[in-house]
């Protein structure tokens, strides 16, 4: 009876440290949504209110810690179960971190200047809708534990790599060939980087997660999967 008892807490201890990385992917998804709407509508309002919410990100991150710390020294979790929970304190940290990419994003609105026209701005939401779905898609892969997901995460980064790069040159152009812009022009680089930086980062959640579901690591991303056995 004891020992279904255990097996029982530590389900839902596993059920809760889930939860609260569902809770902060959505947050981190929301954040960049909503940086995007702020940048492109020139919204400082809610340009401040992504700003404010990264709290609770950093709040949930702190959560994760201690749970995952509890369940290592009070379950002593082994192979699956111990994978999963060093899946989910790293994750955490990666997820707050992409919070911190939307939030800077978002301070970058008020520089931004009144709402005009540079035509590669247009660029933006489209590079920002793929970063955002690497995000959702990660998560959904981490709580379904889903390595092919994940590969897809994965071979999904090179895509944004490749818009990143040529939205470099297409800015570094715009800025040669009308000088006025350069301050506007430079601030969006800044912002592309960010989205840049946003699929690396999910793209080390899919290898997280992967790893956490096969046992294996992810060592290639080329295109074709190769994969290591855990030692």
């Known amino acids: ?74 379950r002593a979790p082994m192979a699956d179960d111990l994978r999963d929970v060093i899946a989910a304190l790293k994750i955490s940290g990666v997820v707050e971190r992409i919070g911190d990419y939307a939030k800077n994003i978002a301070k970058r609105v008020g520089d931004m200047g009144a709402k005009g026209s540079i035509e590669p701005l247009t660029l933006i939401p489209a590079m920002a809708e793929i970063a955002q779905g690497m995000v959702r898609d990660v998560l959904n892969a981490y709580a379904s534990r889903d390595s092919h997901l994940a590969v897809e995460v994965i071979a999904r980064d090179e895509k944004l790599d490749n818009f990143y790069n040529s939205l470099f040159r297409n800015l570094v152009s715009h800025m040669m060939e009308n000088p006025a812009t350069i301050s506007t022009a430079a601030h969006l680089l800044f912002i592309a980087r960010n989205l840049e930086r946003i699929g690396d980062h999910a793209t080390n959640v899919a290898e997280m997660v992967y790893y956490a579901a096969t046992g294996r690591y992810f060592t290639d991303r080329s295109g074709a999967v190769r994969v290591e056995d855990d030692a």
């Open 1 to 74: 009876m004891a020992e279904n008892h255990t097996v029982k807490a530590f389900d839902e201890d596993i059920s809760k440290l889930r939860g609260l990385i569902a809770e902060m992917g959505g947050l981190a998804e929301v954040a960049i949504a909503d940086a995007i709407d702020a940048l492109v509508n020139r919204d400082e309002a809610k340009a401040k209110l992504v700003v404010a919410s990264d709290a609770k990100l950093d709040a949930l991150e702190a959560e994760v810690d201690q749970l995952a710390i509890r369940i290592i020294a009070l």
